[in-house]
């Protein structure tokens, strides 16, 4: 077998070696019990009944509406932009103009926002809230 051939046939055996060993360590990314790069926003034990939680840094307001169920809106309000302040009385609001929305739906109760905050997909796993 001539070097060149060789090197053909080692470089093709260490790729598929690879590409079965990638294959093996990446069977777990759909699992539904682990957490997407292991991102953990927040616990459920963070969030009261009835009200909720500004992530600011991550853009979100996760809220929980009943016992054990839990939501996730993006944290701009849909009016001008402005970043949601607070969750209070059943509601998340934006203090630029006092839109609110509702902490179960997060569809506009009061105010000048034109839309509902668009949902934002999370998963619970134990005590656990991460992104869905």
């Not at 019990?33 to 616990?43: D, E, I, Y």
């Not at 969030?47 to 307001?61: E, H, S, Y």
């Not at 809106?73 to 302040?85: I, N």
């Amino acid at each position: 077998m001539s070097g060149v051939a060789r090197r053909t046939v080692v470089a093709a055996a260490g790729g598929a070696g690879l590409t079965a060993a990638l294959a093996a360590c990446g069977g777990g990314a759909d699992d539904k019990n682990t957490t997407p790069g292991g991102t953990v926003l927040a616990r459920t034990g963070d969030i009261p009944v009835g009200g909720g939680k500004i992530l600011a840094d991550k853009g979100l307001v996760i809220t929980q509406p009943k016992a054990g169920e839990f939501k996730a809106f993006s944290s701009k309000c849909t009016h001008a932009g402005c970043a949601v302040s607070s969750v209070k009385d059943g509601a998340i609001v934006c203090p630029c103009h006092q839109s609110h929305f509702d902490i179960s739906d997060g569809s506009v109760k009061s105010g000048p926002a034109p839309s509902p905050l668009p949902p934002e997909p999370i998963q619970v796993v134990g005590d656990e809230i991460s992104p869905g």
